[in-house]
């Protein structure tokens, strides 16, 4: 099945990463709002024809680290792997890319 790319918002993957202010070291907190608007905008080109991002900060550990929906409805993990599948991406490769981009885009952010 082919998709016309880029897919209307309302079709795309959003994938919601919680940041946890600690990763920014130990006055995280007061970075983790800069830093999430940061990484968002360097992010938002990742896979954009089909993935929408949301980067927040994580003050409510019982909240997912990452969350996917489409259409407003939360997907479990199987459902968001089908999805990437139609892209030909894997949801583990997906999810590790995402980490190390983000270790990355700290350590930018913290000019190591």
């Known amino acids: 099945m082919a998709y016309e790319l880029p897919l209307p918002l309302y079709k795309k993957l959003t994938v919601t990463f919680r940041v946890e202010p600690g990763c920014l ?15 968002k905008k360097q992010v938002a080109g990742l896979d954009s ?6 980067i927040t900060p994580r ?10 929906k489409t259409n407003n409805k939360r997907l479990d ?6 999805y990437l599948k139609v892209f030909g991406k894997e949801l583990d490769e997906f999810e590790e890319h995402l980490q190390d981009k983000l270790s990355i885009l700290i ?6």
């Open 25 to 39: 070291g130990p006055d995280g907190i007061e970075h983790i709002d800069e830093f999430c608007k940061f990484a």
């Open 107 to 112: 350590d930018q952010y913290l000019g190591r």
């Open 59 to 68: 003050y409510d550990k019982s909240l997912l680290e990452t969350e996917y």
């Open 77 to 82: 993990h199987d459902k968001a792997e089908k």
């Open 49 to 54: 024809d089909f993935v929408r991002w949301v």
